[in-house]
C-alpha cells in the first residue's frame, strides 16, 4: 500500500500545500529562462496546419450530466484565455501561464476530476479534455513538446474517435502543466470553438508546413502485476514531406497507465508477479 502523503492524513492543511505549489510553480517559470506566449491576435493566420474536434457531452458515460455541463463551462473559461495565442519563433506554449486565471471573473462549476486515483467531482474539473486536445494538435505540428504528463489510470474505455492509445495529457496547477516549444521560423495559433456538444481546435501557421503527420500506435501490449492491469502503448508518427513524399517514422514516447476498466476476453494480458 503506498504511504500516504501529509495531506491525506491532514486534509485541513492542503489548501496551504497548494496555495505554496501555485507559488513555486510560477516563480519556477519566471526563472527558467523561456519566453512564454501570451500575444492573444484578433485575425487568424492563414494556413490550417491540423484539425480536430472532441464530444463534451456523452449521456451514455455513466457519470451525472450535471457535472458534464459544468465541464462545459469550464471549458468555455480556460478555452477563453488560449483561443487565437499566437506561438511565435523561440516561444513556449504553457496551458497553465494562460488559464491560471480563467475563472477571474467568473468562476469555474464544478466537473468531472481524477484526484489521488478517483474521479471525483470537484471545482474546475474537467480541463483535461482540453489538454488532451491541445497536446493531439501538437503531436500534428512541427511544434516541440516540452511537457506533458498521461493520466495515471484509465477508467473508461476510449471514445470511439479512433484515437492511438496514450496520446492524453493531464494538467493540475501547481504541479503537472503542458508545454509545447516553437523551434522553427514559422508563427503557430491556437484556435478553439465551440458548437452543440463538441469542441473544435485547429493549429494555424504564418507559413506553409512542408510536412504532414500521423500518429499511432504499433501493437499496444498488456501486463498484469498483482490486481492492476497496466497498458504499455509506443507512440509513433509517420511524418511526410509533401514535396518529395519522403517519408520518416519516429518512436516519441512510451506510455504506460494503469486500465481500471473490463478489456476484452480476446486480449491477451501478460502475468507477472507482485
Known sequence: MARKRLTQIFPFLLPLRKWQRKKLFYLKMR???NKYAKKI???LLPGIVFETSSLMLNENSGFDMNYQIGKVH????AAN???RVLIKPGETFSFWQL???ADKYEPYKKGLNLAD???TASYGGGLCQLSNMLFWLFLHT???VTERHAHAVQFLPPAADGLPCGTDATVSEGWLDLKARNETDNTFQIEISFEGKFIYGRILSKDPVNTSYSVFNP????RKQGDAVYQLASVCRLETDKESCNKIIKELYVNECEIAYKLSEDINIEKRGA
Open 74 to 77: 469550464n471549458l468555455n473559461l
Open 142 to 144: 512541427p511544434l516541440t
Open 31 to 33: 526563472l527558467d529562462g
Open 41 to 43: 491576435s484578433e485575425g
Open 219 to 222: 501493437p499496444v501490449s498488456y
Open 81 to 83: 484565455t488560449i483561443d
Open 117 to 119: 486515483g478517483k474521479i
Open 99 to 101: 488559464v491560471r486565471q
